[in-house]
């Protein structure tokens, strides 16, 4: 390797750290990922049924629980701060590999530093939230991408290793169908291509084939194909970065798509112009594959980082030939690189490397009132801070229910939830048949101020965003406040009375 190669990745790994430490909290559904990982590692067996819930629950099909064993090891054996190290490593996984695909396609310049950065700050608003489960499928899927690519220079012995790959994925996260589904466009795009492809189909089958070896067999391919198709209309990050809420959000990977997509468009009409035969000539593959993941990233935000992925591999190069012969000047690497580097020190010598707590998104200091006034019984959160709150409040409390809706819930609970946050029809059902000894409710629903003003229901703690309810017949007492020391939060972060 080049010293100039050197250079570029521990420039990008700085940055791509500097960058993690950012984050201000932790994502939403760690902590039920580090229960699962807590009952393989303490308990000795995958959790199949839920408990931590007093609501209707089915099968938990966690098709997660693999990421949960990764999770919950690093934090056991190497600490709360690994969970930060890793998701770097993860993301900077992402972008080594893709350089190689970069390299294997590009001989002039294939380490233009400006062209990764440009891809980083595009995925920034759905990357930096350490850490998800979902970060293992970006890499994989690009991984994927690489030893495709190196099949079609002819190492057709790579191919073997796809369907090892694809057990190991198929149990950390349920994105392995994205693994599938690019084996599926190489076949397609080699046959449009008038190549061979039926090897691709044979790897696509033994793919398949080993789906079945799970914790829960075959009925679990059946949840898999549910889960991957099923809508998700309450859920933000699935919605597309063109909903009405997110006109004015998602702005640099906007423009990053625009620009690639744009830049695309000329390089093609240019060789259609130098080139009769173009449709003959053109890569099928690489536009199956960006068309593809623009689509899904166009339609739902969670899935924008694959149309990253792709940009990096598949419309570098072209884009590249379309400004070869604007002039630059020769310090302009230098000076990028110069900032890159001063923008990674600036934040390690003016952040603290320390946990991110999350005091203004999860209810912490409403969990830490309820937990030291002992406040027990059935609690009602919202779905996104719901594994949280099991976290830090099992066994005292048990959840109405939480992130995992489609692997452990019934339809119809995000319905009941939704109703009664909004107060719209039929909100009370959920306290006719669900109803709970305690709530925590945000400021910004409208289920705050209607039991605010409600004779059944009374505010026992008042935090900045969020309120603490108990049936209005509860005896008053002197409460004990919850701390306002930030460092007792991050200390106690990861502390739970969940045994196995």
């Given at each position: 390797m080049k010293k100039r190669e050197i250079l570029f990745y521990i420039v990008v790994f700085l940055f791509i750290l500097s960058f993690t430490m950012t984050a201000d909290y932790f994502d939403n559904d760690l902590w039920a990922r580090l229960i699962a990982g807590m009952g393989v590692i303490d308990g000795g067996h995958v959790l199949k049924e839920d408990f931590?819930?007093?609501?209707?629950?089915?099968?938990?099909?966690?098709?997660?629980?693999?990421?949960?064993?990764?999770?919950?090891?690093f934090l056991k054996f190497l600490g709360p701060y690994s969970l930060i190290i890793l998701q770097a490593i993860?993301?900077?996984g992402i972008f080594f590999v893709a350089s190689r695909v970069v390299k294997m396609h590009s001989d002039k310049s294939p380490f233009n530093i400006n062209f990764y950065f440009f891809a980083l700050l595009a995925g920034a608003e759905t990357l930096n939230r350490p850490i998800r489960c979902h970060m293992f499928t970006f890499l994989l899927f690009t991984i994927f991408i690489y030893l495709l690519e190196k099949v079609r220079k002819g190492n057709n012995k790579l191919l073997y290793i796809l369907p090892v790959i694809v057990l190991f994925w198929n149990n950390i996260h349920g994105g392995v169908v994205s693994g599938l589904g690019l084996i599926f466009m190489y076949a397609l795009g080699e046959f449009l291509n008038k190549k061979p492809f039926k090897k691709y189909i044979y790897t696509l089958i033994a793919c398949c084939a080993v789906l079945f070896i799970n914790p829960w067999g075959f009925d679990y391919i059946k949840f898999l194909l549910m889960a991957n198709t099923m809508p998700r209309p309450f859920i933000v990050e699935w919605w597309s970065i063109f909903h009405q809420t997110h006109t004015f959000d998602y702005l640099v990977f906007k423009f990053f798509m625009f620009t690639l997509v744009t830049g695309q468009l000329i390089f093609l009409i240019k060789k259609i112009k130098a080139d009769k035969n173009w449709f003959i000539n053109i890569d099928k593959v690489k536009y199956i594959v960006i068309l593809s993941t623009l689509y899904l990233s166009i339609s739902h935000i969670k899935l924008l980082p694959f149309f990253i992925i792709s940009a990096l591999c598949f419309m570098y190069e072209d884009f590249y030939k379309l400004i070869e012969n604007l002039k630059f000047p020769e310090w302009k690497d230098k000076v990028v690189y110069g900032i890159l580097i001063f923008i990674s020190v600036f934040t390690f010598i003016s952040k603290d490397f320390s946990l991110p707590v999350g005091v203004d998104v999860y209810p912490v200091k409403e969990v830490e009132f309820i937990k030291q006034n002992k406040i027990s019984g059935k609690i009602l959160v919202d779905f996104g801070e719901g594994s949280y709150v099991s976290y830090k409040l099992y066994?005292?409390?048990?959840?109405?229910?939480?992130?995992?809706y489609e692997e452990v819930y019934p339809d119809y609970m995000m319905l009941l939830m939704k109703q009664f946050f909004?107060?719209?029809?039929?909100?009370?059902?959920?306290?006719?048949?669900?109803?709970?000894?305690v709530m925590i409710l945000k400021k910004s629903y409208p289920i705050y101020e209607h039991l605010n003003k409600s004779k059944d229901w009374k505010i026992i703690y008042n935090g900045k965003y969020c309120g603490v309810f108990v049936p209005s017949d509860i005896e008053n007492k002197n409460y004990i406040q919850p701390s306002d020391d930030i460092n007792y939060y991050k200390n106690t972060l990861f502390t739970t009375d969940i045994k196995f």
């Open positions: 931590l819930s007093y609501t209707p629950v089915h099968t938990w099909w966690d098709h997660e629980w693999g990421s949960g064993v990764i999770f919950y090891a993860l993301m900077f066994p005292q409390n048990l959840i109405f229910m939480d992130g995992r909004l107060v719209s029809d039929h909100w009370d059902e959920l306290l006719k048949y669900l109803k709970p000894d």
